[in-house]
């Protein structure tokens, strides 16, 4: 299904867009990164702040992570505020990335079982499918926080994946 040159692109292509929407979240003031603008998460920091949770949990499945405190009722409130989201956005980027790059050549085989809280039950299911789920959980949110920064007045920045700098890392 995917490969490790999969991963390792996914990976460039988070950090890329997680960048660039910080870029553009440093240009609001904390009352309009707070503001509920309708999203499911609330706010660009709620919504923000429930992706850093679904890359912990995710991570915590595949890497080893320390598992996040709070269940999905919580996640948009996970990261307190916009300077500690400002803080451990590159941080786990970067450990993201560097699973991606010492994934192994069999590192995708098999599958990957877990106890899920939105589906109250144990779940197994191939790691193939739980890492194409963890990098368009990814690209979903953003797209929304995308949209909410747009309104707002930002600019994020292109999204589309063939316009990632090469020299992204």
């Not at 429930?50 to 996040?68: E, I, N, T, V, Y």
């Not at 949110?141 to 992204?168: C, I, K, W, Y």
Request: hydrophobic letters at 45%; proline letters at 5%.
């Amino acid at each position: 299904m995917i490969t490790r040159a999969y991963v390792r692109t996914m990976s460039r292509y988070n950090r890329w867009q997680n960048r660039q929407v910080l870029a553009a979240c440093d240009t609001l003031t904390p009352q309009a990164l707070t503001e509920d603008r309708g999203a499911f998460f609330g706010s660009i920091l709620g919504t923000l702040s429930h992706l850093m949770w679904g890359d912990a949990l995710w991570m915590s499945r595949f890497d080893s992570w320390d598992k996040p405190h709070v269940g999905i009722a919580g996640s948009a409130r996970f990261v307190p505020d916009w300077p500690t989201l400002r803080r451990l956005r590159p941080e786990a980027d970067a450990r993201i990335a560097a699973w991606a790059d010492a994934l192994p050549e069999d590192g995708l085989a098999g599958d990957l079982a877990w106890f899920s809280g939105a589906a109250g039950r144990e779940v197994s299911m191939p790691l193939t499918l739980c890492v194409t789920h963890f990098f368009n959980h990814q690209t979903h949110h953003r797209g929304q926080v995308h949209a909410m920064l747009t309104a707002a007045g930002a600019r994020p920045g292109d999204t589309d994946l063939f316009l990632m700098p090469d020299s992204e890392t």
